[in-house]
């Protein structure tokens, strides 16, 4: 047991085993990647195994040793493995853009029964390639950040162990070159978010949102089955490269009955549990719970975009599905209003960010319910920097304020904790939109396509610059609430600036909110300033392009970029009179719209509704079945029945004196009677 | 001679543990424990030269022992039975030492019913001549009333009334129908037989829509025995009974191979058997197993006791696994005699940790929970583990055999599948509810108050965890490494269903001759 602290637990033979078992794992585990590798002189295997590997080894490395308290030893082995994998993304991206093409590799065959051939199969494209550079990338940051964030915790060697387990299902999800693997990696990643959400398991309403978030995940998930097997049948695999280029054969289906159009349907369920979207995303808020650094990994970065990821993936079969695609856009775009609306209201400042999180992740599903693929992963991306960001820094705000999140008892943190708001305010910046900040160029190019593709409306553009407004509104209060203005921090709390393995993760990722944007500007300005849109030349052959997308004006896609962009910022600058200047304001308005206040802070009483009219009348029902169908009526049965044959000889009566033995008796005497009968 | 060896040496033992006096309790444990391992070792070496490249019986034995009525002592195994043999020989061991904690009073008694129980289980699984295999499985109830009655709780009286009620009620249908194709042998072929081999040869009249004809009432005296002993809703009361009522090692033994006896029947007798009621009825069952995935699972989920709850599971569990061999093709097959392996080794740890539970608590109440996590956290993350694998997370067994399932009932119907996957949900909604209240939150009153600290679990409760462990992560991750056994007995199943017919592997053929009996060599 590696443990520094002196509790009272005595080490125990488990815990020498644990860890002696975990050294050997991490040799076992290592060398048999770089063994599979070298033996068959294969260094794209390799570089997989050890992607794969490293964050596992990392898991049994702190699993088995669970009950250490040091902090440092688990954070440091955790972090490391995360960066190996970063490592490791590196030089795949790198052989993918050399390739011009996919880099695969197969470890075993998973299952093989009838047509069904699932294997073991990793495969890295260019769609993928980006996503584990995020997703490690960001991962090894947030792994970092977390050894300060948890270096007064309980059990940290716990806490890495699910980070890394967490990291290990999300390159399987995103890695993995079949639906099978990556429903492996889907539901994988969704029981590691149950165990971190509910990891301060002793409040019980902690463990309340983890069970939330996985049986609401659980309804998805059964789309996602539903998903999986209707792709079958139809074409006979589950491979990605395989389902897709059928789709492409095929081509567009026209109405709503396809198979196709179903099954996307289907995984589309799927993808708003895990992407918390309308009607779904009752979980992500609550998933708050969980410490600050998860949810700025598991519920803004990278688990919550799976969904988002997954239609990516599949872009030419939902491309063939022009109906499922509409389903897709029109829950994105009012998911994205929706949830910015309940942001407005909230007074945690996690809540806040939760919420933006729906926001945007809808922001993503817009994008490819217009067929604006690129521009979803390209949203993915700007936003799991600069959610990120900002999730350390409410991370960051927590520590100094020993634990508190409500933002009414903030206030002027601004020059106790200059690091933490300077990058937090290049995050705000990136996601209200303003150039050349990240978040600028990739809602810009999800705005302009919904508007301008021929799967787009103006409707959609029209709910999208909304969402905005109020996405700079509540952002510009939530940096107003907690940093500028006058203190209210209550007596004996003293802020203070978090240590630099905290701060150096907010500057990292507070640079990529500022840069993370300049590789996909768009055209209209590019051509000018002859800046190619990087992105979309990395993504040709991956993601197909809009069918009958026509050349554009310019000068109409520079005037609705000016729109927004001026609509967002006079919403800034309101919600910025709102919380600094007049702050009596934001009180009053509230009065004087009561109803319209209470129904958008009590979160539209969805909750309510799903308990209410749902959860519990279903438990209700289940007592009364299990009550009136099990033990009054099939029971009751059984013993008329069984009265039946009491009256029928004398003999029962001595059945019922409960001998045991004359039990057993009968039961040999019956057997012996029978065979008896037949023999002779 | 490996079949019978395997089968009827847990007998042998079981004499030899009866004649060790009743006082050397740690004697009669360890020679049990030995001689369930030598047992799993032989079935192990079963495993190793079992030839997976056909579908024919293997390892026959075959010898007259009734040649007037064409009864005969007629062992054999094929790609369907050989894991639930594997199963009950692995389970046994793990049973046995996990009495240790459960099983304080009359030792020897409970050694030796186990040991009995085994071979009866076994033979049911290996015999294939109808009238042995129905004395195999009468057999089987008598060791099985002996756990519930003599180490049961305190409604034990009641719980084994009921449990007798029904599975006798249901044995005596079949016998009458095997009675029945005995005759029915003799009339087209001109002399008697109760070889199952035989009896896939006959072609028994069917009357679509109609219910007085031989093979619609052959097939629901079939069912009925096996349906009560799954249990299919309706007839499933006496499980939650059973189980509450039972020792710990009982309702393993009851929830891990029992049960599966009757799943096994389905595949063997009612399926191959009586091909046109089995596919014009399918609909029934299928209509049935559905309800039981989510009846069993809603009745689950409000539950007060724990292991009724797990109890209530299994209900839900067994029901995928009917809609699965009810689908009729090899995914739904595939998946459910894979679920049997699953339900084994997952309910039986879940039954197991339950009792380490309930040993230390003495309840088994849920509300008087919460908290436990912290006070036993080893035994909270093999909870957490086992609870993975009965929730049918990817990467455990339980996965494997869920997702099949799913697949064959959505071929058969997409309006099935979408009713089946809504168990996906419910099953994780019941046992996550279930944990949460258990082991998380605050500490309950039996975790504050229980005046002594609670121990976290031994060495010796780990070494019978492990191996349900172990076999959760290897069945999920290579699940090749078993269905490869069984994958040509459940292609032939399902391919060649409307005339099935079972040969005896052509090597063994010889051997097999100089034991035919004179109403196979009549023919």
Redesign the interface.
Known sequence: MGSTGHHNHES???DLIGANLSFLGLAALLLGGIGYGLRNADATAATFAILLLAPLFGFLFNGLR??SKNARLSGSVATLAAFASFLCSISLAMKVGAAHGAVSTKF???????D?NVAAGFTVDKISALMILVVTGVGTLIHLFSIGYMSHDDRPSKYFAYLNLFLFNMLLLILGDNL?VM??GW??VG?CS?LLI?FW????EK??A??KA??TN??G??GF??G???L??IFGTVNFAEINQRALDIGAESGWGGPMTLACLFLFIGATGKSAQIPLYVWLPDAMAGPTPVSALIHAATMVTAGVYMIVRLNPLFLAAPNALHVVAVVGAVTAVTAASIGLTQWDIKKVLAYSTVSQLGYMFLACGVGAFGAAMFHLMTHAFFKALMFLGSGSVIHAMNGEQDIRKMGGLKKALPITHGTFLLGWLAIIGMPPFAGFFSKDEILWLSFHSPLGHWGLWLLGVFGAALTAFYMTRLMALTFWGGSRVPNGVHPHESPPSMTVPLIVLGALSVVGGWIGVPHAIGHALHVPHFLEHWFQGAILGIPGLKPASTALEIALMGVSVSIAGLSSVAAFVFYVRRTELPGKVAAKFRGFYDLVHNKYFVDEFYFGKIIDP??E???N??AY??VSF??RG?YA??DM?RGVGSVAKT??N?N?QQ??LY??L??AA??FL??R | MLLSAITFFPLLFALLVACIPGSRARVIRAVSLASSLIVFGLSLVLLAKFDRATAALQFVERLPW?PE?G?SYFLGVDGISLWLVILTTFLTPVISLGSWGSIAAKVKGFHVSLLVLETAMLGSFLAMDA?LFY?FF??S??PM??MI??WGGARR?YA???F???T??GSLMM?LAI?YL?YAHHDTVGVFSASVLDFYKLKIPFVAGSFINPQTLLFFAFALAFAIKVPMF?LH??L?DAHVEAPTPGSVVLAGVMLKMGTYGFMRFVLPLFPEAASYWAWLFIFLGLIGIV?GA??A???PDIKKLVAYSSVSHMGYIIVGLFAM???GA?GGLYQMLNHGVSTGALFLLVGMIYERTHSREIVKY??L??AL??LA?LFLIVT?SSIA???TNG??GE??I??GT??VS?AY??VA??G??LG??YM??MV?RV????AGELVENTGHPLR??S?RE?VVMAPLVVLIFWMG????HF?DYS?VSI?HLIETRDNYQLTVNPSEATDVARTTPRSEAGK
């Open positions: 125990s033979p488990v669970f009950r075993f065959d998973w299952m093989t029964i009838g069904l099978l429903f492996v539901e994988g029981l149950y509910g398991f002793s409040d019980s463990a309340a983890g069970m996985f049986i659980r309804i998930d059964a089955l539903l999986i097997f209707t079958f049948f279903l438990v029902a289940s007592r079945l299990w169908v099990d099939i029971d059984t029945v069984a044959v059945v019922q409960g045991m039990y057993a039961v040999v019956g057997v029978t065979i037949i023999l | 009734v009525l009864v009238i004395v009468e057999l109830l008598v009333y002996f009655g003599i009286i084994t009334v009921k007798f009620i029904y006798m009620l016998l009675i005995m309706p009361t006496w939650p009846y809603l009745v989920m409000v539950q093709n090899v995914y595939t919460g908290g996590a912290k956290p080893v993350i993975m997370v990817p990467l996965f494997v997702f099949l799913l697949m959505f071929q997409k599948g979408v996957v809504t996906v949900i994780a909604a996550l509810w949460k082991f998380f939150g605050p976290d679990l060495p780990i991750l290579f699940p090749n269905l994958k292609e």
